[in-house]
């Protein structure tokens, strides 16, 4: 999706709920397709192979240097927010267990 504009255009023709969804929707449809590299590659000829291959090493290099380390952080955030949840719902069970053999 490369114009968003014609898009809109050609969802709005329709009324159905996919039409309304897809209009909500397109908007981050938009968001994705903008920060996507892409490359022409011809079937017959391979033409343009340079080209992709040199697409999946900067792809290769970006993910290294920005994505990688940001999905760390969230592995180790998840982690500690694991551990809470689990001391968290070991204790309430401990309590529950107190007062359910208390009376």
Do not use: H, P, W
């Amino acid at each position: 999706m490369e114009d968003f504009e014609a898009f809109q255009g050609a969802m709005r023709s329709d009324d159905s709920y996919m039409s309304t969804f897809s209009q909500s929707l397109s908007l981050v449809l938009d968001e994705f397709y903008k920060n996507l590299r892409s490359v022409g590659v011809s079937a017959v000829s391979g033409a343009g192979m340079d080209a992709f291959f040199k697409a999946i090493e900067a792809s290769a290099e970006e993910y290294m240097e920005t994505y990688k380390y940001f999905l760390l952080a969230l592995d180790s955030i998840s982690i500690v927010m694991i551990n809470y949840f689990l001391s968290t719902t070991n204790m309430l069970l401990s309590r529950f267990i107190c007062l359910t053999n208390g009376s």
